[in-house]
Every structure is written in C-alpha cells, then in structure tokens.
C-alpha cells in the first residue's frame, strides 16, 4: 500500500460513513475504504479514538480522526484544489448549518426509515455481518447481527422514532423531500454548481439509509428524481472534474429562494432543539469539572416538527456542531457578520448567533466543558477560503 495512502474505516450502510465517502471522493483523496470488522471495531479503533465508532480515518502519518467533520477538516487543511468553504459569508455560514443540520436532525428520520419497516434488515443483515465477521459462517454472521441490531433498535425511543411521532415524522419528512427536489430540479447541489460542506452534512441521511435502504428508496427517493440524482451526484466521484479554480456558486452571495423555506424550517425547529439542549447545558455544568465528558443524553426536549410537535433526548453532542457554525461567524469581519445576521433575520432565525455556548472539546462520542480553550479556528476553514 503506498505511503501516502489513507485508510477510511466504515460501512456503507453507516450515516456518518456516507457523508466521509462521498467528500473523500470529490476531493479525490487517495484512499482505501476498509469494511469494519468486530477486531477491529472493538479493539483497534476503540484503543486508537477512546470511542467504538465509525467512520475513523487513518492518515498516512499514523494519526486516527474520528468524526466525520473532523475527518473533513483535516483533509481540507492538508490539501489543494476547490474549498467545499465558499467565499462570501453568508454561503459560508449556510453550509456550516446545514452540516450541523444534516448531521443532527435528519438522524431520527434515517433510523426510521431502516427500523420501522422490516423490508431493510435482510440487507443490513448481509452487509453488516460479512463487516462484522467475515471469516465465520453465516449463522454465526446473522447472530452477530442480531446483536447489533438490537442495540440500534435500543436507540429508537432515544432518537425520538416513538409510535406516537411517526405520523408527524413521516409527514415532515414528505414535505422536505419535496422542497429539496424542487431545489435541485433547478440547482446541481445546494449552493450552485458543486457540493459545499453543507452538501456533505446532507448527504450522511441520504447515502446509507433513505437512498439506499430497500424501503425508503422505492417509497421516498425514486419518486423524487432530482433528489435521487443528486444522491448519485454526491456518490460519484466524476462530479469532482469541474476545472480547478471555478468557483460554481450562485453569484452574490446568495442563497437560491429554493431553500428559503428549508432554511425557515430550520430556524423554527432545529434552533430551539439547540435552545433545549443548551438550556440542560447549562444547568448540567454548574459544578461540572472541565476536560469531563458530559453525559451522553440528557432528558427530552419537545420542539416543533413540521404542523406538530416531537420529542427525543437531548444531545450534547449537537452543542459541539452548533459551535463549528457559530466559530464559522466569529472569524468573520463585522461587515460580513451584518451580512448573515440580516440574513438570519429575514427567516427568524437570528437568535442562533446569540446562543450562549460553553466552550466545548470531543472526547470520544461525548463532548467536555472546555472553558480554557480560546475560540478555535477550523484549520480547513481560514476566513476568506477561495475556490
């Protein structure tokens, strides 16, 4: 294997996996995609990141990067070519949101759409077992699997995929299926002619589970085929072949009135999840020692969904990508600040900026008070990245 060879631990069947593939890809990473077996997930990785988890990048200098954000961050700061970091700041400050919503809010959709129909498993059984233990027999694979599934499953009441909220789950999920088809009906990705971070936080739900499982596949996405054709987009590598240089954004700064109502729809539903979370927070850390990882959840929050409402347990976790978003404002200049806060202000959603966020570290899946820690600059992300 040559030396400057990446190794990217994960499954195709995994959320945070699909959205690592597809920007590895377009990058044109030089990298091998290595299946995850038991070993190696409980040992190798575990010992390696402190954490049982996938995706996890192995870099050609022995480092081992968890996190899919994270693992975008380093190869962005490590090399040349086309920025999934546009420009101007308020595309910028766009796509940053939307990566944290791809990766925070559409995760109950992508675990209800495998769990609740029965139709998924018999690939999830095949792919994760041949993963898991690819040297034993098949009896012992699908026992395997049913282990692991069991604890996915455990997870569902967590998420918020409750039997009383899969009416409101699935008549969001319609709409928004909806308002992103006709976006990209008339727009290659989001902001124009090429994928942008927040195309990569998007496309984790997309990849592994709605686009792919049998279910959701057949019955959300090939009934939606510009959104089915932009899941193929971001899956192949050859969208990565626009000349270097060529910036393929919408001109002005501006965001295409095709995703204004799915941006109004953030700022009515996923900021006061953020709202509820921090307010756990902040009641968590009184006392709380920094460099200790807070509890992994906390209690429900309640928020609005569409014309009803729905509940799950809070996350820190989701405070630490609400702070990549906001340290992507922070290290604008005060002109391009007024910018995203004027733009903020025309869909209600100007109050992010002012959410009060302890300074937050990863350690594992769980996140830690930090509060030495000045506010970080993402590597990848300088403040005026070019094309």
Not at 25 to 36: A, E
Not at 370 to 375: L, T
Request: charged share 20%.
């Amino acid at each position: 294997m040559a030396r400057d060879t990446h190794l990217l631990y994960g499954w195709h069947l995994s959320y945070f996996t699909g959205k690592a593939l597809c920007y590895l890809r377009y990058k044109q990473t030089v990298f091998v995609h290595k299946p995850v077996d038991m070993l190696t997930l409980m040992w190798r990785i575990k010992n390696k990141t402190g954490a049982a988890v996938m995706p996890v990048l192995r870099t050609p200098q022995g480092e081992w990067i968890h996190d899919s954000s994270r693992i975008i961050d380093h190869i962005e700061a490590q090399t040349t070519g086309p920025s999934v970091h546009p420009a101007t700041p308020v595309q910028r400050f766009a796509s940053f949101l939307m990566e944290a919503w791809g990766d925070e809010w559409w995760v109950p959709m992508a675990m209800h759409t495998r769990w609740t129909y029965p139709e998924n498993y018999a690939l999830f059984e095949r792919e994760a077992g041949d993963a898991l233990l690819p040297w034993l027999p098949g009896f012992a694979k699908k026992t395997a699997v049913k282990v692991v599934a069991k604890k996915l499953r455990g997870m569902l009441h967590l998420v918020g995929v409750r039997p009383s909220q899969l009416g409101v789950m699935d008549a969001w999920m319609d709409q928004m299926l909806d308002l992103l088809d006709r976006h990209f009906a008339e727009h290659r990705f989001l902001f124009g002619q090429r994928p942008m971070l927040g195309d990569f936080g998007l496309v984790g739900a997309m990849y592994g589970h709605l686009g792919r499982d049998p279910w959701p596949a057949r019955e959300l996405v090939a009934m939606r085929p510009h959104l089915r054709a932009w899941i193929q987009r971001m899956a192949a590598p050859e969208h990565a072949q626009m000349p270097a240089g060529t910036q393929g954004l919408l001109p002005n700064d501006e965001i295409a009135p095709t995703l204004e109502p799915v941006f109004q729809a953030i700022a009515r539903e996923f900021l006061p999840l953020l709202e509820g979370i921090l307010a756990q927070v902040q009641e968590q850390r009184v006392g709380w020692p920094d460099g200790k990882p807070l509890p992994r959840r906390l209690a429900d929050v309640e928020v609005p969904m569409g014309r009803g409402r729905f509940s799950r347990a809070a996350l820190p976790y989701s405070l630490w990508m609400a702070q990549r978003t906001l340290d992507a404002f922070a290290r604008m200049n005060p002109l391009e600040q007024a910018q995203v806060r004027q733009w903020l202000g025309t869909l209600g959603g100007e109050r992010l900026l002012d959410l009060d966020l302890p300074r937050l570290s990863m350690h594992g899946v769980r996140v830690a008070l930090d509060s030495q820690a000045a506010a970080q600059t993402t590597a990848s992300a300088p403040p005026h990245a070019g094309p």
